[in-house]
């Protein structure tokens, strides 16, 4: 089974960026979509940007204009790029498999943006 560790996260202030990186212990060409995810405190974990294996993204509404999810296929890499962050993206950040579903879950990697 894949595994997925996660990085980049950090405190930054509104409007800031970060680049979040997750790094597969295998192959991810399989996967037809791979996909970030957050949970903040006391909230359901949500999902947040899938890219397909052809390249094709898709955002949730509320990062949509502002978050940029790729793939290195090659390195086995998954990226999101975060621009104008705002506190309400305060989270935990996920990587997995957006099809097939999510299996076991990394640790993640949080986010904080606060003045």
């Known amino acids: 089974q894949v595994q997925f560790v996660e990085s980049g996260g950090g405190l930054v202030q509104p409007g800031g960026s970060l680049r979040l990186s997750c790094a597969a212990s295998g192959s991810i060409f399989s996967f037809h979509a791979m996909g970030w995810y957050r949970q903040a405190p006391g909230k359901q974990r949500e999902w947040v940007a899938a890219?397909?294996?052809?390249?094709?993204?898709s955002y949730a509404d509320a990062v949509k204009g502002r978050f940029t999810i790729t793939r290195d296929n090659g390195k086995a890499m998954v990226y999101l790029q975060m621009n104008s962050l705002k506190p309400e993206d305060t989270a935990v950040y996920f990587c997995n498999t957006r099809q097939p579903p999510p299996s076991s879950w990394g640790q993640g990697t949080q986010v904080t943006v606060s003045s």
């Open positions: 890219i397909t294996r052809g390249d094709g993204v």
